[in-house]
């Protein structure tokens, strides 16, 4: 390989074989066709159980990690293709036709042991007969009988007159469906077009429908939260309640969470059938069908029968958003009023507070009074003792003996003051320190 003389995106070429790695396989007329499309766990372990069953019959095997193989094994032609959750295999025999082609279908010619050990689970399987324009042509009453158990036939013109489809969409007594698909001017490249559609079709409409069990059970459920909903709002409206906002919001919280848990067990299958029901869509325009006369077209009857469901599904998803609004919505509000609660209750406790600091002032400012009062006693008192000891010593003032008594009066209003001042000072160092 020559290197670019430009600097490349590392996923340039990958981005570029990807329009080319499904392409339709070339089928001539007569031939038949079984389609599975099987849903797994492990692609891995798909690849190895179809390369075993490559080696079993002659042929040769996917590549390691590929999620698109096409080769002969044995009479065969096996087509594999890997998607995101599910991976379809299609068998072709070719120059296979005859009166009742369904009889002997694609897949008896499989081994039933490898049938069997498929390490996933089958959503869809498919019969398909590509008959010749040279066989005889019976009319869909006939049909019905040979090939569709009796059961209605819906069919169209396809590839714009090339060819008529027809199919009763049931499942026969070999669990697969069955489509007979006529040719009238297809070439092989325009037949394997036509093929891949038809079998499209039935392959997404199968998946889309996945989601709808789930939307049934999931409606269900959001039917008592819709209703809890709004009996919630309710007792949030009226001013009488006994209940309190916080109980409210408690039981507004475990709403939400089963709203929240819903959808995140259901939001993947719900998403992924609409893109599913949308490629339904796509491959029907593609066909473009044409009416015959006194049948139902596939595109009528799988929007007859397909549309309520997928409604269905689109008004689950709905409903979750709307459900997961309102309740965040609710939530708001009640915590708004919890908040406006606290706030009061804050109000209250900051005003109770302040109550408490004035009294513990007063209080402060009487025990300082009660203080000087008890300093200033015993200071006086020791003023006292001092006094009294002077004079039993004999001692005299300007040769006057030393009165005791005139000495403690002296003594109690200094005393007090400095008392009084000292205890100014130190409270006045403790506020200025704070």
Partial sequence: MVAPPFPEHPLRETLANELHTRPSEAIEAPAQLTHLAVM??????????????????????????ASHFAGDIGALRVRYEQHTEFCSLTFIRRGMGGEFPFEKPVLSELPEEWL????????????????????????????????????????????GGAGKAYSDLRMHG????RILLRDIDLNPRHAGRIVQRLLEVNTYRALALLAFPEARSASAALRKVDTALADLSARMADPSSPESDAHLLSELSTMTAEVEAIA??????????????????????????????????????????????MATCQSVTVRLEELSVRCARSAA????????????????????????AKVQLRLQEAVEGLSVVAIS???????????KGAKAA?????????????????AVPIVVALVFLGLRKAKKALSHEK
């Fill in 377 to 387: 006693y015993y200071l006086v008192g020791l003023v006292g003792y001092l006094a």
């Fill in 174 to 177: 070999d669990r697969c469906n």
């Fill in 264 to 309: 995140a067990s259901r939001g993947y299958r719900l998403a992924a059938s609409r893109a599913y029901y949308k490629l339904v869509q796509r491959r029907l325009e593609e066909l473009r069908a044409e009416r015959l006369e006194g049948l139902i077209t596939f595109s009528g009857f799988l929007e007859r029968r397909l549309a309520p469901a």
């Fill in 394 to 410: 004999g001692l005299s003032i300007g040769g006057a003996k030393v009165d005791s008594g005139l000495v403690t009066g002296i």
């Fill in 116 to 159: 069997a050990s498929l390490p996933g689970e089958v959503l869809t399987g498919v019969h398909l007969v590509l008959q010749s324009r040279h066989e005889i042509e019976h009319p869909p009453e006939d049909l019905s009988l040979r090939h569709f158990a009796g059961n209605q036939v819906i069919g169209s013109y396809v590839g």
């Fill in 40 to 65: 797994f766990s492990d692609p891995e372990a798909m690849a190895r159980h179809l390369a075993a069953l490559c080696a079993r019959l002659g042929g040769a095997a996917p590549a390691p990690g």
């Fill in 333 to 356: 509000l009640l915590r708004a009023r919890v908040e406006v609660d606290l706030q009061a209750q804050n109000k209250d406790l900051l005003a109770s507070m302040d109550r408490r």
